[in-house]
């Protein structure tokens, strides 16, 4: 994948409960179809998933999980012009994932699950390790940090150890600060204004914070309102050295992005 500039990772949930879209992508075809227009439109990776992992979601089987995004993935991988990313924790998800043609794996849980680590060892495949304070269903009953800068810090600094112990090369990680995964405004406020502090890490960094909470409180806009703020969001991350921004408004973040290439690079 070439990190030389910053990248946009397109959302596509195959699940009936994301907070976002609500299921809007829940059917093959329509997921199909969607995956293909943010490519068009300049996503350079697509990012699956069939787990919802919205503040209060209820975990699925693996079955089930495995059902929702593996046909999707053999779908479209080798037929888009984009890498294909599975949003997942489950070792046999990433397992079957990699075999149906998926060029990386999306952990919001760090590969903390038993077996994880073995298992993206095997696969060669990058991987996203994000950083989340307790679990979907209950990461927003009052978030507690000593110093969320320090804490997150710590913890990515830990999980990229953890993956060398593995036999996990650093050089097929990203990082994330996992914006809105027990977290309160403040603390993704606070993250985001100091987000540089994590390029010390020596990994590219994805991050995402397209339609969440965070936009939500700042404007106080419902989800379908929230396309500006996060977008410029978006503009903040990768101006603080973001290398894949998360969104799933693909298009309007892509031409900020062209914006802001065109000043980087101007004399
Ligand atoms: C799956 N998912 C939802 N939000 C996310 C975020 O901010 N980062 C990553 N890596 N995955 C996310």
């Not at 030389?4 to 949930?13: D, E, I, K, W």
């Not at 300049?42 to 990012?47: C, E, L, V």
């Not at 408004?249 to 914006?259: E, I």
Request: hydrophobic content about 45%; some cysteine.
């Amino acid at each position: 994948m070439d990190l030389s500039r910053p990248v946009v990772m397109g959302v596509l949930n195959v699940t009936p409960d994301s907070f976002s879209d609500g299921g809007r992508f829940f059917c093959k075809d329509e997921a199909l179809a969607q995956a293909r227009l943010m490519v068009e439109q300049g996503a350079a990776i697509i990012d699956i998933g069939g787990e919802s992992t919205r503040p209060g979601a209820a975990p699925v089987s693996e079955q089930e999980e495995l059902d929702r995004v593996v046909p999707v993935i053999e779908a479209l991988a080798g037929a888009i012009d984009a890498v294909v990313s599975v949003d997942t924790s489950t070792p046999a998800v990433m397992r079957e994932a990699a075999a149906a043609g998926a060029g990386m794996i999306n952990d919001v849980r760090a590969l903390e699950r038993p077996g994880a680590l073995e298992c993206v060892k095997n696969t060669a495949l990058p991987v996203c390790l994000m950083h989340m304070q307790g679990q979907p269903e209950s990461m927003q009953n009052n978030p507690l940090y000593q110093d969320v800068l320090n804490d997150v810090y710590t913890y990515l600094q830990a999980r990229l150890e953890a993956c060398g112990s593995a036999g996990i090369a650093p050089e097929r990680i990203v990082l994330d600060p996992g914006f809105g995964f027990g977290k309160t405004l403040q603390h993704n406020l606070s993250l985001l204004k100091h987000l540089d502090q994590f390029t010390k890490l020596e990994c590219p960094m994805l991050v995402g914070m397209s339609r969440k909470s965070m936009i939500g409180a700042v404007l106080d806009k419902p989800v379908a309102e929230r396309l500006h703020g996060s977008v410029a969001a978006a503009l903040i991350a990768v101006q603080s050295g973001a290398a894949i921004v998360r969104v799933h408004d693909v298009a309007p973040t892509v031409d900020a992005l062209k914006v802001w290439s065109a000043v980087l690079e101007s004399a």
